[in-house]
């Protein structure tokens, strides 16, 4: 059994050691380069920039020349690599990215004189904040008295279609692709000689937000451009919806929808040249959604 004096002595050893290992490592760590607290966002390399469609990680592949034809008709994301069980580290990294890239679609708002830029004016849905247009769908599909009474005073009455705009969960694709397909939308309408209301945008708004609108300005066909929910693949997708006599609680069988507006998609000027020839055959036909036979 060990006596008390030696076990002083064992103590005063290991402690001894350890201050020894301790000093030893503040000397490396004061030796060590010093990170800058300024970079430069430049110096920062954009592993977005490079869509990735065009990024493959596999080494050693038996064919990469079709494995990209595959990628290039998906942006899914296939040909990917791993480190053990895990995905590489800048496989996580470009993950990372395009979710920060959703969240902000989500979260952010479109710019205060943004619908002031495009010569509309803008109301809002009864929801006071994005958190609650977020937890309450509901709200986003009603106005309250003095927003409808706004959207009364300042559109056209009866329009054959009442065409306008809302952020819905991608205020990116709003600011993306509006300022070409609106104006496509209203220059084939006029082409084929259709009676357009006046354009507006609505803030906090969902699909249904057409049904009250549709009803407050007596219109025969109602169509919303809106951001469609993000994903991984990109934060600029806008839908069109069209419903031919929307009211309140209509069914969401009823409407017709183009959706993947952006870049990658469907181009922001050719869809809606697209959609002002729909808007014409829902007119022609009476009819949207399940009933209408394009």
């Not at 030796?31 to 592993?47: F, L, M, R, V």
């Not at 006029?190 to 969902?206: A, E, L, M, Q, S």
């Amino acid at each position: 059994m060990i006596s008390e004096k030696d076990l002083k002595c064992l103590i005063e050893k290991v402690m001894t050691e350890y201050a020894k290992e301790n000093s030893n490592l503040n000397d490396m760590s004061s030796a060590s380069p010093k990170i800058e607290d300024n970079i430069d966002d430049a110096d920062i390399k954009d592993i977005t920039a490079k869509p990735i469609q065009e990024i493959f990680y596999v080494p050693n592949p038996e064919n990469k020349e079709e494995y990209m034809k595959l990628k290039a008709k998906t942006p899914a994301r296939v040909g990917v690599w791993r480190a053990g069980c895990r995905y590489t580290t800048e496989t996580m990294l470009r993950f990372r990215a395009d979710h920060a890239v959703a969240m902000d679609a989500v979260f952010n708002d479109v710019p205060d004189d943004f619908p002031a830029e495009l010569g509309l004016f803008s109301v809002k849905t009864k929801c006071k904040d994005k958190d609650e247009y977020l937890t309450r769908p509901d709200l986003g599909r009603v106005f309250d008295e003095e927003n409808i009474n706004i959207i009364k005073e300042k559109c056209k009455k009866n329009p054959k279609v009442q065409v306008y705009v809302s952020d819905g969960l991608s205020s990116t694709a709003i600011e993306a692709n509006v300022k070409n397909t609106l104006p496509a939308i209203m220059a084939g309408l006029k082409d084929y000689g259709i009676d357009v209301g006046t354009p507006f945008f609505v803030k906090y708004g969902r699909v249904g937000a057409m049904d009250a609108i549709s009803e407050a300005v007596g219109a025969e066909l109602t169509c919303v451009l809106i951001g469609e929910r993000p994903g991984l693949a990109t934060g600029e997708s806008m839908s069109c919806y069209m419903t031919y006599k929307a009211y309140p609680g209509i069914p969401e069988a009823k409407r017709t929808v183009v959706s993947n507006i952006h870049k990658s998609g469907t181009p922001s000027s050719e869809a809606g040249a697209h959609i002002a020839d729909i808007l014409k055959k829902i007119l022609e036909n009476k009819a949207s959604g399940v009933d209408l036979k394009l």
